[in-house]
């Protein structure tokens, strides 16, 4: 059965086909993904590789955990499942719940009192 593992601490610039690469050498990789941050598209620094078996995913921890890789140390354990999540989107303006809406400001003065200028 396939086994995910969690692989944190990645050079920015590593790709999802290097990450595939490297853990070849533990066993047969499943599937191997850089986690890329929405906004900006940059890699997060962590990803996620699926090992064939379990077998090859020990090998993986045992080969790669604390080890150097691209000048990174890594940290590589089996991933946990997805904690559930609060409903709700959370985040965002809440609007005025403090009472300190000032209204809009005035206009200039003079120029809307017949032409008169103060």
Aim: aromatic share 8%; charged share 30%; glycine share 20%.
């Amino acid at each position: 059965m396939a086994k995910k593992l969690y692989v944190g601490g990645l050079p920015y610039s590593t790709t999802d086909a290097e990450l595939k690469d490297a853990f070849t050498q533990a066993g047969d990789v499943a599937s191997a993904t850089v986690i890329m941050d929405k906004m900006t598209g940059r890699s997060k620094g962590f990803g996620f590789v699926e090992m064939s078996n379990d077998d090859d995913a020990q090998k993986a921890i045992d080969m790669f955990n604390g080890k150097d890789f691209g000048g990174r140390s890594l940290t590589v354990n089996e991933a946990r499942p997805l904690e559930p999540r609060a409903p709700g989107g959370g985040g965002g303006f809440r609007g005025n719940d403090r009472g300190n809406d000032r209204g809009g400001y005035g206009g200039g003065r003079g120029n809307d009192r017949g032409g008169r200028s103060w």
